[in-house]
C-alpha cells in the first residue's frame, strides 16, 4: 500500500469541519480505466469495473486483500446497490442494466427503449421506491477498448428510469450530450446529472410520480479548465463530490465549489463506505485510493 500526502485546497469556510487522514492510500495499481466502486456493507468488501480489461475486482476491507470478482464482466462501467443490497451494474459489452441475484444468478433489467438498444448504460442510482435509474451514453460503442463497436440505434443520449413494479423503461432526460455520473440528493428530492461533453452538472426536481423539473446547471467546468465531470456522490450534509480530472470537487447545495482534493491521476468516480460511511473510495485510471474523513457519505433513504 502506497501512501501519498493528501492536498486539499479550500476555497470556502463551510468546507473548514472537514478533516482526515493526512495521506490518501493506494490500495490497489493495475487497472487501465478503473470505474463503478461500490461498497459492500454486509460483506465489507468494495467491488470495482476495469473496463477495458473486461473484468470487476474485489478489495477485502478486513484483510486488503485485492482479488477478481468477475471476469468476463460484460465491460462492466457503473455499479451500485439497491434496497436488497444486490449488485445493480452498466454494462457496455451487453448495452444493458443487470441486477446480480443473491445466488450469483444475474437479472436483465433493461436493454431496450421503445425496441432499440441502448446505447451503453454508464451509471445507476437506486430510489428508495425501487425504481432505477441510469444514464447512456455512447462510449462502449464508440470503439472496443471500453466495450465493442457499433451504430447507435437510438438516436440521442438519455437519462432513464426502470419502473420497479412492471420494470418499463422511460425515458426522464432527453436533452443531453454525453450523460454521465448521478446522484440523488439525500431526501431524494434532487437528481444530479453530470453531462461530461458539456462539462456541467445540472440538477432536476423529482416529482412524486418519478417525473423530472426544472434541469438548471448546477456546476461547470469553464476556459481551460482540466477536466470534466464523472461519477458523484453526496455527503450527509447534501455537499455534491464529484471526480472531475486530477481531483475531487466539493460543492455546497447552492452549487458553491468549496474545495478539491488533488489526485495522482485522473478520477472516474467515487463512493462512500465503510463502518460509518466516512471512508472515501476512489477509482482513477490505473488505481484504487482510500482515505478517512471527518464527514460521512449519505445513506440511502432505506437505510436512515
Same mark, same amino acid.
Given at each position: 500500500?502506497?501512501?501519498?500526502?493528501?492536498?486539499?485546497?479550500?476555497?470556502?469556510?463551510?468546507?473548514?469541519?472537514?478533516?482526515?487522514?493526512?495521506?490518501?492510500?493506494?490500495?490497489?495499481?493495475?487497472?487501465?480505466?478503473?470505474?463503478?466502486?461500490?461498497?459492500?456493507?454486509?460483506?465489507?468488501?468494495?467491488?470495482?469495473?476495469?473496463?477495458?480489461?473486461?473484468?470487476?475486482?474485489?478489495?477485502?476491507?478486513?484483510?486488503?486483500?485485492?482479488?477478481?470478482?468477475?471476469?468476463?464482466?460484460?465491460? /462492466?462501467?457503473?455499479?451500485?446497490?439497491?434496497?436488497?443490497?444486490?449488485?445493480?451494474?452498466?454494462?457496455? #459489452?451487453?448495452?444493458?442494466?443487470?441486477?446480480? %441475484?443473491?445466488?450469483?444468478?444475474?437479472?436483465?433489467?433493461?436493454?431496450?427503449?421503445?425496441?432499440?438498444?441502448?446505447?451503453?448504460?454508464?451509471?445507476?442510482?437506486?430510489?428508495?421506491?425501487?425504481?432505477?435509474?441510469?444514464?447512456?451514453?455512447?462510449?462502449?460503442?464508440?470503439?472496443?477498448?471500453?466495450?465493442?463497436?457499433?451504430?447507435?440505434?437510438?438516436?440521442?443520449?438519455?437519462?432513464?428510469?426502470?419502473?420497479?413494479?412492471?420494470?418499463?423503461?422511460?425515458? /426522464?432526460?432527453?436533452?443531453?450530450?454525453?450523460?454521465?455520473?448521478?446522484?440523488?440528493?439525500?431526501? %431524494?428530492?434532487?437528481?444530479?446529472?453530470?453531462?461530461?461533453?458539456?462539462?456541467?452538472?445540472?440538477?432536476?426536481?423529482?416529482?412524486?410520480?418519478?417525473?423530472?423539473?426544472? #434541469?438548471?446547471?448546477?456546476?461547470?467546468?469553464?476556459?481551460?479548465?482540466?477536466?470534466?465531470?464523472?461519477?458523484?456522490?453526496?455527503?450527509?450534509?447534501?455537499?455534491?463530490?464529484?471526480?472531475?480530472?486530477?481531483?475531487?470537487?466539493?460543492?455546497?447545495?447552492?452549487?458553491?465549489?468549496?474545495?478539491?482534493?488533488?489526485?495522482?491521476?485522473?478520477?472516474?468516480?467515487?463512493?462512500?463506505?465503510?463502518?460509518?460511511?466516512?471512508?472515501?473510495?476512489?477509482?482513477?485510471?490505473?488505481?484504487?485510493?482510500?482515505?478517512?474523513?471527518?464527514?460521512?457519505?449519505?445513506?440511502?433513504?432505506?437505510?436512515?
Amino acid at each position: 500500500m502506497d501512501l501519498i500526502p493528501v492536498e486539499f485546497e479550500a476555497f470556502d469556510r463551510r468546507i473548514a469541519d472537514v478533516t482526515g487522514d493526512r495521506n490518501l492510500e493506494r490500495l490497489h495499481r493495475g487497472t487501465r480505466w478503473a470505474e463503478g466502486p461500490v461498497y459492500v456493507p454486509a460483506g465489507r468488501y468494495l467491488v470495482w469495473s476495469d473496463i477495458p480489461n473486461d473484468r470487476m475486482l474485489r478489495w477485502d476491507e478486513l484483510t486488503g486483500a485485492v482479488g477478481p470478482f468477475r471476469q468476463p464482466a460484460g465491460y /462492466v462501467n457503473g455499479n451500485t446497490l439497491d434496497r436488497e443490497g444486490r449488485l445493480i451494474s452498466c454494462e457496455h #459489452g451487453a448495452r444493458r442494466v443487470t441486477r446480480t %441475484e443473491h445466488d450469483g444468478s444475474v437479472t436483465v433489467l433493461a436493454d431496450r427503449w421503445r425496441g432499440k438498444r441502448l446505447n451503453s448504460p454508464n451509471d445507476a442510482v437506486v430510489r428508495s421506491d425501487g425504481s432505477v435509474w441510469f444514464t447512456d451514453p455512447p462510449y462502449g460503442i464508440l470503439g472496443d477498448y471500453e466495450g465493442h463497436r457499433a451504430e447507435p440505434e437510438i438516436d440521442g443520449c438519455h437519462v432513464y428510469r426502470i419502473d420497479p413494479a412492471g420494470g418499463e423503461v422511460s425515458m /426522464v432526460a432527453g436533452d443531453f450530450a454525453r450523460p454521465n455520473g448521478l446522484a440523488f440528493s439525500p431526501d %431524494e428530492r434532487l437528481l444530479y446529472v453530470a453531462d461530461t461533453e458539456r462539462r456541467h452538472v445540472r440538477v432536476f426536481e423529482v416529482t412524486r410520480d418519478g417525473t423530472l423539473t426544472g #434541469g438548471k446547471v448546477f456546476a461547470e467546468q469553464q476556459g481551460d479548465a482540466d477536466g470534466s465531470y464523472d461519477g458523484m456522490r453526496l455527503d450527509d450534509t447534501g455537499r455534491l463530490w464529484a471526480a472531475v480530472g486530477r481531483s475531487i470537487h466539493a460543492y455546497h447545495p447552492d452549487g458553491t465549489l468549496l474545495g478539491r482534493l488533488h489526485l495522482p491521476e485522473s478520477a472516474s468516480n467515487l463512493v462512500f463506505g465503510g463502518l460509518k460511511r466516512n471512508r472515501v473510495f476512489i477509482t482513477a485510471t490505473t488505481s484504487l485510493y482510500s482515505m478517512m474523513l471527518s464527514l460521512r457519505g449519505a445513506a440511502p433513504v432505506w437505510a436512515t
